[in-house]
């Protein structure tokens, strides 16, 4: 195994080889600030921009700030130089749930509903932000030191914007045993009806140990899925087989969606509930060292409409004009958005969003916990225009808000920005983040490529 040892921007102290594809590999590394244990994945600029896929990982960046939640591995900072690009993320100290599969064969019903009930809040929370997985499999659930689920790679992940006028996705991606049958039609899918396929797949495996489509000829393979044929194993309960074969269903109109599963009696109850208070972090845990505060989903429910997600450190570092992303790649991509700094509670910043929609004859509505969706009344040059704004909490009345197109035109976008909202909420605004980039972008510090060296112990 490649180890190497080299501090990395002056806070990430690189170790050994995790594992690496086309374009990147992935280091484990320690922050040089707190000792914490993080993942670095280390992607060759070049590879990407000659490959066509700059706008696969900008997509995959814009994803992972979107889904955070506790059993998503967590993106913690973002950093470029000429050559490279870094994630720095969470390090899931128990590898793939595939090795522990691997290793010891089917679970044991308990164990399976655990990791079930956890990936099914992990995906129907990745839906809830117009975010499909679309390659769930056992290789892309990682376990933490604890033991819970850490769904992974969002590579191939799709965006709800990422959908045709028919509303479905086109493009054919995942894993060939895990991959729902109108997927491999080719006719256009429902992103969420395909997770829940493919989580469908996944429970199967846990609890039998094997594939539930398995064949050396593919297209023979292709036809069992298409059928959906299969067969339960004698010890699956009465419960299971009543679930699985409603997510496993090859017609996606009447696939149960992940509403329903919440309503299964095997969902419910399980064969423990130990693991029913689901931790919702309120903080991620940083590099800095901070620590999530924790909630029981009852408790959290009851905060949803008004408390938005915090932002740590990090976050701010990753969102600044020194490590902006965006610059590295010559498109519009810093058109699409705006970001602001407010002092006032995330309640007054909601109301004036709300009367700002109102002033510029917007519809608005609240899609989450500090989420908030405003919608244009008429068709545009591309559709409906519609815009995403999102409030961090940085510290107590201290905010971030995010302010993104999320469908229409990128012009009529830039229009309503500067003519409408930024004079609407002037009064709340302390600073427009482009803004405080024009001020500093003569006075940018140079950021040097890292050469690790090879570790000498």
Avoid at 126 to 155: Q, T
Avoid at 185 to 208: E, M, N, P, Q, T
Wanted: aromatic share 8%.
């Amino acid at each position: 195994m490649e180890n190497r040892s080299s501090v990395l921007m002056g806070r990430y102290e690189l170790g050994r080889l995790l594992g690496q594809g086309t374009f990147a590999k992935v280091y484990y590394a320690r922050s040089t600030l707190t000792n914490q244990s993080v993942a670095v994945k280390l992607i060759d600029k070049d590879k990407v921009m000659k490959s066509g896929q700059a706008e696969h990982i900008k997509r995959e960046i814009s994803i992972m700030r979107k889904v955070r939640h506790p059993y998503i591995i967590q993106l913690f900072e973002v950093m470029a130089t000429k050559s490279k690009i870094y994630f720095v993320i969470e390090y899931a100290k128990g590898g793939e749930l595939f090795t522990k599969l691997s290793k010891k064969g089917k679970l044991k019903e308990e164990v399976a509903h655990k990791y079930f009930w956890q990936l099914i809040n992990a995906v129907e929370f990745c839906h809830s932000r117009g975010v499909y997985h679309r390659d769930i499999k056992p290789e892309n659930l990682l376990l933490d030191e604890n033991g819970n689920l850490k769904v992974s790679d969002f590579g191939l992940s799709a965006l709800a914007e990422s959908k045709r006028e028919d509303g479905l996705l086109h493009t054919t991606c995942g894993t060939p045993a895990y991959v729902a049958p109108e997927v491999i039609k080719r006719r256009g899918y429902d992103g969420a009806k395909a997770d829940v396929w493919s989580c469908g797949v996944v429970l199967f495996v846990l609890l039998a140990g094997y594939l539930p489509f398995h064949d050396p000829n593919l297209i023979e393979m292709y036809r069992k899925i298409d059928k959906a044929e299969f067969e339960f194993p004698i010890w699956f309960s009465p419960e299971v087989h009543t679930l699985l074969s409603r997510m496993l269903d090859p017609d996606p109109n009447t696939r149960i969606s992940m509403e329903k599963i919440r309503e299964c009696s095997w969902f419910k109850k399980g064969p423990s509930s130990k693991h029913k208070k689901i931790v919702v972090q309120k903080k991620a845990v940083s590099s800095l060292g901070e620590n999530p505060s924790n909630q029981s989903g009852e408790a959290e429910a009851k905060q949803e409409s008004v408390v938005p997600t915090s932002i740590n450190a990090f976050d701010i570092i990753s969102l600044s004009a020194g490590f902006d992303l965006s610059v590295f790649f010559e498109d519009s991509f810093k058109k699409r958005e705006a970001r602001f700094t407010s002092r006032q509670p995330a309640s007054a910043i909601i109301s004036k969003l709300e009367e700002t929609a109102k002033r510029l004859k917007m519809k608005i509505k609240k899609k989450a916990a500090g989420l908030l969706k405003l919608q244009g009344l008429r068709e545009g040059r591309k559709g409906i225009l519609s815009i995403d704004a999102e409030i961090f909490e940085v510290a107590p009345y201290f905010h971030l808000v995010e302010v993104k197109k999320s469908d229409g035109d990128t012009l009529e976008f830039q229009k309503i920005l500067k003519e409408g909202i930024r004079p609407a909420l002037q009064d709340i605004v302390w600073v427009w983040q482009s803004d405080d980039q024009e001020q500093q972008s003569e006075h940018q510090p140079q950021i040097h490529d890292p050469q690790p060296q090879e570790s000498q112990h």
